[in-house]
């Protein structure tokens, strides 16, 4: 070992003792002739003295230090003077005075220090990532995201699950997304697809009877990011026999309950609570709801049936919907101007037509531009269906279900935290159960899966799925932390008739649903258990626990949102063999863009 002790470790027990330490230049303040150096390794940071009196060598090589070059120092571990304790560090108490000192290594100018207050640019971070590694942020968000790993293994490991491997090199998963490629060297003109998820593998390990797997699995999906997303990412993927949704949900109850009290010393009750989709949807407009604070949605498509609101009254009448949201207390706080803003965003965010508006007076009166347009009794049901007090905004939507839902979600959303209607390190745990099977592709009358092609529906809606698959629900649960996914599964099919009909009601026809999954149909009639899962993603449940709102800051080496490396410079051009030997030619590029 170069060192006997690290940069967090010496205290007042050590006082007098020599030792040696290693570590990085974390700063250095320069007092008359003494020099102070904060040296830093990932367990602390100690206070380290040069004295006048020192070797002359040690002082001349100690005026050359700059910040970050990475020394080995020995000495002697001292007391600090009287009121110079720093109570915030494990060292605080003493100071390392250097009898001797040796450049490991230099370092250049840096284009940041770990140690400066501002976070640097994120480019800048992304490119010298070994810099921004050393940032104390990082450090404990990646030891957290550690620890949150070792709980859900140890949890799991408790709980009898065995932790399996799948292959990387695969053939495609339908996920939903796009698959990223691999091409085959051997198979020329053939591809292996990087696993969406270990989802068909899983299915297959308790249909050879392990019973109950898990694995830390890296998936991939080429799709365009959002800010939550990355192209590649981790999941807890966990798979059981002989389970029905209800046993796959206590189980990640249970794993929740250890991880809140184990990460964050939080006493949570079990069991979460649980929306269905439907209430979800009608109460909050989406199906990962926030629930740490209410303002629910309102539906008053009765009431504007009959008022004399031409916009209220057209919409219920054709079928749509006129739902609101009180926004409690916030009427002087939202003058006419960001009304306006509001009003803006729901249009050009949410392709609504409008946004209406009351205002509840001192005297219990609905102001509103449009309120000459109700009769006293539509303003007093009004009221009192949506439980108006005096100081209280009314925000209402008329237009058909989906812009409500997207509009008010959206308004809800940012209400809640503009308005501080929470403390936003509360964590709040909830599941969202029976999402339908099915939803319809946009402008056709095809169907596509709501999860994945292999969930259950529910016993009771086995019957429906000829002769009505919109109404069918299915076996699937979503589990959401503070209005963010952070998981979700399903009961899978077992039978292979009702997969190969669900695959028919994708539009798989027999020979193509052979042609991708014939394995799987195979493989489910050779004694196929009842089983299902889920997945959790471990970047945004380390983003939750860690109160972070960037996933990128989760994970070690992200990618950009055009899913680039910013400090390999992945993905990149190859050598013109490399393609030759895969028997690729490339016919469009854009290597000379800039990422
Ligand atoms: N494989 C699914 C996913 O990655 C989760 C599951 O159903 O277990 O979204």
Redesign the pocket.
Same mark, same amino acid.
């Given at each position: 070992m170069l060192r006997t002790h690290t940069c967090g470790e010496l205290n007042k027990e050590h006082i007098g003792q020599t030792a040696t330490l290693c570590g990085w230049v974390d700063s250095i303040r320069d007092f008359g002739g003494v020099t102070f150096i904060d040296l830093r390794d990932r367990y602390g940071r100690t206070q380290v003295v040069f004295n006048p009196d020192a070797r002359s060598e040690v002082i001349e090589l100690a005026s050359k230090l700059r910040n970050e070059h990475v020394i080995k120092v020995e000495g002697i571990v001292r007391q600090r003077p009287d009121g110079q304790f720093n109570h915030k560090l494990s060292t605080g108490e003493i100071e390392f005075v250097v009898n001797d000192l040796q450049v490991l290594n230099e370092c250049k100018t840096p284009p940041f220090v770990p140690g400066q207050k501002d976070v640097p640019g994120e480019d800048l971070r992304l490119k010298h990532r070994y810099l921004d590694l050393r940032r104390e942020k990082m450090l404990q968000t990646l030891q957290l995201r550690s620890r949150i790993i070792k709980t859900m293994r140890d949890y799991c490991a408790d709980n009898d699950f065995i932790d399996i491997e799948t292959p990387i090199l695969g053939r495609s998963t339908p &996920?939903g997304a796009r698959d990223y490629l691999v091409p085959s060297r051997v198979f020329k003109g053939k591809f292996y697809a990087l696993p969406?998820?270990? /989802?068909i593998y899983?299915q297959i390990m308790m249909i050879a009877g392990y019973d109950r797997y898990i694995q830390v699995a890296r998936?991939f999906r080429d799709e365009d990011l959002r800010a939550d997303r990355q192209p590649e990412f981790t /999941?807890l993927?966990? &798979?059981m026999s002989f389970v029905d949704s209800d046993d796959v949900i206590g189980m990640i109850d249970g794993l929740m309950k250890r991880l809140a009290k184990d990460i964050l010393g939080l006493d949570i009750q079990l069991p979460l609570p649980r929306l269905t989709y439907d209430e979800a949807m009608a109460r909050y407009g989406h199906d990962a709801p926030d629930l740490r604070f209410g303002m629910q949605i309102v539906d008053c498509t009765e009431i504007a049936r009959d008022c004399g609101f031409g916009v209220f009254k057209s919409t219920a009448e054709s079928g749509n919907f006129v739902r609101g949201i009180n926004a409690s207390g916030a009427a002087s706080k939202f003058s006419r101007k960001r009304i306006d803003e509001l009003t803006a965003i729901v249009k050009d965010d949410f392709g609504a037509k409008g946004l209406a508006w009351f205002r509840c007076e001192e005297d219990g009166t609905l102001f509103s531009p449009v309120a000459k347009f109700f009769s006293e009794e539509h303003l007093a049901e009004i009221k009192s269906k949506m439980d108006a007090q005096p100081g209280d905004l009314l925000l209402f939507i008329a237009d058909t279900w989906e812009v409500s839902c997207k509009s008010l979600y959206g308004i809800r959303k940012r209400m809640g935290a503009e308005l501080e209607l929470y403390d936003p390190s509360q964590m709040h745990f909830s599941w969202i159960v029976e999402f339908p099977m099915f939803e319809q592709v946009a402008e056709s009358d095809q169907w596509s899966a709501m !999860? !994945?092609p292999f969930?259950a529906p529910r016993d009771q809606d086995l019957k429906d799925l000829d002769s009505d698959p919109g109404k069918t629900r299915a076996k699937a649960y979503d589990l959401i932390i503070n209005g963010y996914e952070a998981g979700?599964?399903?009961i899978r099919i077992h039978d292979s008739g009702i997969q190969q009909k669900v695959f028919g009601l994708l539009g798989l026809d027999a020979e193509s649903a052979q042609e991708r999954f014939g394995f799987l149909l195979d493989a489910l009639k050779y004694g196929a258990p009842p089983h299902g899962?889920?997945?959790l993603g471990i970047d945004r449940v380390v983003m939750l626990f860690a109160g972070l709102d960037n996933i990128r800051d989760c994970i070690a080496f992200p990618k950009t949102q055009k899913a680039y490396d910013m400090m390999t410079e992945a993905p990149n051009l190859v050598e013109p063999i490399q393609l030759e030997d895969l028997g690729i030619k490339v016919s469009k590029t854009n290597a000379n863009s800039s990422p």
């Open positions: &996920e969406q998820s270990p /989802q899983k998936c /999941q993927d966990l &798979e !999860h !994945h969930t979700g599964g399903t899962g889920i997945a």
